[in-house]
């Protein structure tokens, strides 16, 4: 006798739900790319950002959502991160995008004074950061003044100066020439606080050019003020760091580097002797952290 055996369709296992976001999600995300642009605003000193934040790192549609609606606004997203929080940058592109003209003419409206704001944020960054490791170590916290940097830059003329008249090259270039070696004349010429009696820093003067940068940077929440001794001294944020580490790879940045005037980590103005390097191509106007 043969036994009767039933045979049944193997079991499917049931096809994950995929989560369903709601219009409160994406008011959530939105809040979270709104709390991203308010660069001082610190996750661990509100409940809500912390929330959020955790939220974006443990809910993967979230975090996409999220993505997405800083995509749409042109922002670019650098990192999330209880350090850092939600940190954007605005693509050129973007409503939020802040470009070097703009910010120049809110000081003067002069073409070579553009020129100079480009090259002070240019020099604040490479002064922070002026090592690829400083850059790559999250712990790092680069120390700047407004008097050290502009000796940084004033040695950087120097040292192109000499460079041109090693290679027999033209040593007085236009003002409206791009490059580091039509910037070096023209920053050297500039007072470095003007000709009040009292040696206060005048806006036009090559500190004031650095201090309305610091000043622009502290209010972005790039940089922290710690003192008020050599013009000024100022330390890095994770925020800086980041935005740092996404332009480090500009010409710009490279030739001001590869000029060998690497300044110690305090701020002060204590420069390092320059060496010969190669030449590097400079892209006009590529002070950060503007689009030009």
């Not at 993505?67 to 605005?90: F, H, I, Q």
């Not at 929440?221 to 996404?246: E, H, I, K, M, P």
């Not at 580097?257 to 002797?273: K, N, R, W, Y």
Request: hydrophobic share 45%; proline share 4%; with cysteine.
């Amino acid at each position: 006798m043969s036994e009767h055996v039933e045979w049944s369709e193997p079991e499917v296992a049931a096809a994950p739900v995929a989560a369903v976001l709601t219009p409160a999600d994406a008011a959530d995300a939105a809040r979270l790319v709104a709390f991203g642009l308010h660069a001082k605003l610190q996750p661990a000193r509100d409940q809500e950002y912390g929330e959020l934040l955790r939220r974006y790192r443990e809910d993967p549609a979230f975090a996409r959502l999220a993505d997405a609606v800083a995509a749409g606004l042109g922002l670019v997203v650098l990192e999330v991160s209880p350090r850092a929080g939600m940190a954007v940058t605005a693509a050129e592109d973007s409503v939020f995008a802040v470009r070097m003209g703009d910010y120049a003419r809110r000081t003067s409206a002069d073409s070579v004074d553009r020129f100079l704001h480009g090259l002070a944020h240019l020099a604040v960054a490479a002064m922070a950061f002026p090592r690829p490791e400083d850059l790559a170590d999250d712990g790092y916290i680069g120390r700047v003044s407004v008097n050290g940097v502009d000796a940084f830059v004033r040695q950087a003329c120097r040292r192109l100066e000499e460079r041109a008249e090693e290679q027999g090259e033209n040593t007085d270039p236009a003002s409206d020439a791009p490059g580091l070696e039509s910037a070096w004349r023209i920053w050297a010429r500039r007072s470095s606080t003007g000709a009040t009696k009292d040696a206060r820093r005048l806006a036009g003067s090559t500190t004031g050019i650095i201090g309305k940068a610091v000043g622009f940077l502290t209010d972005s929440g790039f940089l922290q003020r710690t003192g008020d001794d050599n013009g000024g001294t100022y330390r890095t944020t994770a925020r800086y760091q980041l935005q740092v580490r996404d332009m480090a790879g500009s010409a710009a940045m490279a030739e001001l580097l590869e000029l060998g005037i690497v300044p110690v980590t305090d701020g002060s103005a204590t420069l390092l002797p320059a060496e010969d390097t190669d030449d590097l191509e400079l892209v006009a106007d590529a002070g950060l952290p503007f689009h030009s």
